[in-house]
């Protein structure tokens, strides 16, 4: 079993940044793959970034690339996610979620992921 707590979100001016932090239990945190979500207020809950078990492989949305970077350090048992040039429709609640061990895909739909987080509020002001 993985717990997972979100930390890091906060309410920032367009154009700035934040970087999320997704801290987890267990000692088998390492082989699971992590994914970022976020769900806005009347919107369905959509994907935006994922990263594999080992690191080797990254997944971003549309929407985020180029802006976003997730990254993990199993050392420390985290993942980060850098949010850079926020823009208010950037703005909803983010959790963070972990697959099955060893996968090697990152899965995109809520369905693939097994355990969450709580989530962090990101909030963009224009």
């Known amino acids: 079993q993985v717990q997972l707590v979100e930390s890091g979100g906060g309410l920032v001016q367009a154009g700035g940044s934040l970087r999320l932090s997704c801290a987890a239990s267990?000692?088998?945190?390492?082989?699971?793959?992590i994914g970022w979500f976020r769900q806005a207020p009347g919107k369905e809950r959509e994907f935006v970034a994922g990263?594999?078990?080992?690191?080797?492989?990254?997944l971003y949305a549309d929407s985020v690339k180029g802006r976003f970077t997730i990254s993990r350090d199993n050392a420390k048992n985290t993942v980060y996610l850098q949010m850079n040039s926020l823009k208010p429709e950037d703005t909803a609640v983010y959790s963070c979620a972990a697959d099955r061990p060893y996968r090697v895909r990152i899965g995109v739909v809520e369905a693939e992921y097994n355990y969450w987080g709580q989530g962090t509020q990101v909030t963009v002001s224009s």
């Open positions: 990263i594999t078990w080992s690191g080797g492989s990254t």
């Open positions: 267990g000692r088998t945190f390492k082989s699971y793959g």
